[in-house]
């Protein structure tokens, strides 16, 4: 599922306009504890905006879905100077690994609402008019207390992803409790820092 894959390392800078919080109840389910999560850290930046990205790709349920979720800190640029409160989100995308002799392309999966949940932060996301194009939904905060929660718990590899598939209409839970590797994290701090130089 090349693609599929490729997508956690280019999100768009756009995401960090479309992102939107909802303040449901999450459902339960028999969380999946997913193969070792693939890591990896990567930066977006234009002349509107800079975007720290750590992604990672989980696998495990026994239909052979993999959830692609990416957390996002990204902040808006003026005249080549960051301006305004940071934007922290997670992304959550999903999608069915297609049988042995038909396309290589993963089929992605539609979502009809999604949680983050840890210790220290838990947020639901529903879409209010649609869900992205490739039916993924993002959880977001512009407050800078909750954001630090859910980069510390990303961070940390201490977490869970939930989210409810539109067809068939199926809960899955993702407990994740590996933390990246140091070099990814490097990577990611690295990036986080030049948030605090100025312009």
């Known amino acids: 599922m090349p693609g599929f894959y490729r997508r956690a390392g280019s999100i768009g800078l756009g995401v960090a306009a479309c992102i939107m919080l909802s303040a449901t109840v999450a459902g339960h389910a028999d969380p999946i504890v997913p193969k070792e999560p693939e890591y990896d850290a990567n930066v977006n930046e234009d002349g509107a905006a800079k975007a720290c990205v750590l992604a990672l ?10 959830v ?12 080549d100077a960051f301006m305004g409160p940071r934007i922290v989100g997670f992304r959550i995308e999903a999608a069915d690994k297609l049988a042995k002799g038909q396309a290589s392309a993963a089929r992605p999966i539609k979502i009809s609402s999604a949680a983050f949940v840890s210790e220290a932060y838990t947020a639901v996301a529903r879409p209010k008019i649609a869900p992205f194009e490739d039916g993924s939904v993002v959880i977001s905060t512009l407050d800078f207390a909750e954001g630090g929660k859910l980069v510390d718990a990303v961070t940390k590899g201490k977490f869970q992803v939930t989210f409810m598939r539109r067809q068939p ?3 899955r839970t993702y407990n994740v409790t590996s933390a990246p590797p140091e070099a990814v994290l490097a990577r990611f701090g690295e990036c986080l820092a030049a948030f605090e130089l100025p312009g």
């Open 57 to 66: 790709l989980l696998q495990g349920a026994p239909t052979g879905e993999a």
């Open 68 to 79: 692609s979720s990416q957390l996002i800190v990204a902040r808006i640029k003026r005249n």
């Open 169 to 171: 209409a199926v809960e």
